[in-house]
């Protein structure tokens, strides 16, 4: 009876001390891409969120298929740009933002306004 005692408890040791907790994340990357337009002012808006990952984003504006310029920034769990051009009033522009998440890429859906 000892005996068997001592086995469930050496079995149940090796079990528990091999045993290695794996939790799936359910988080992904999420991101929001705002372009408003005021005037002779474009002001672009680019917020990337991925607990514990490293993230590097860019956010382009292009006025129509115009490349106009380009800002990057990058940080843990949470990068977020804000920053303003000077744009011609009456112009359609597009506000475009991608990047990577913990070596993953990701693209926004592109943000347009006339």
């Known amino acids: 009876m000892?005996?068997?005692?001592?086995i469930v408890v050496l079995?149940?040791?090796?079990?528990?001390?091999?045993?290695i907790p794996v939790?799936?994340?359910?988080?992904?990357v999420s991101y929001q891409l705002k372009l408003s337009l005021n005037g002779?002012?474009?002001t672009c808006r680019f917020k990337v969120t991925?607990?514990?990952k490293y993230i590097n984003a860019t956010m382009e504006l292009w006025q129509g298929s115009t490349f106009i310029t380009s800002w990057s920034a990058s940080g843990y769990s949470v990068v977020n740009m804000s920053e303003t051009y000077?744009?011609?009033?009456?112009?359609?522009y597009t506000?475009?933002?991608?990047?990577?998440?913990g070596g993953v890429s990701f693209t926004a859906p592109d943000v347009t306004k006339p």
């Open 2 to 6: 000892k005996r068997k005692i001592v």
């Open 11 to 19: 079995v149940l040791a090796l079990l528990f001390g091999i045993t």
């Open 23 to 28: 939790f799936a994340s359910t988080q992904s």
């Open 40 to 42: 002779s002012t474009a």
């Open 50 to 52: 991925d607990a514990g």
């Open 86 to 92: 000077t744009i011609t009033s009456g112009l359609t």
């Open 95 to 101: 506000l475009k933002g991608y990047g990577t998440s």
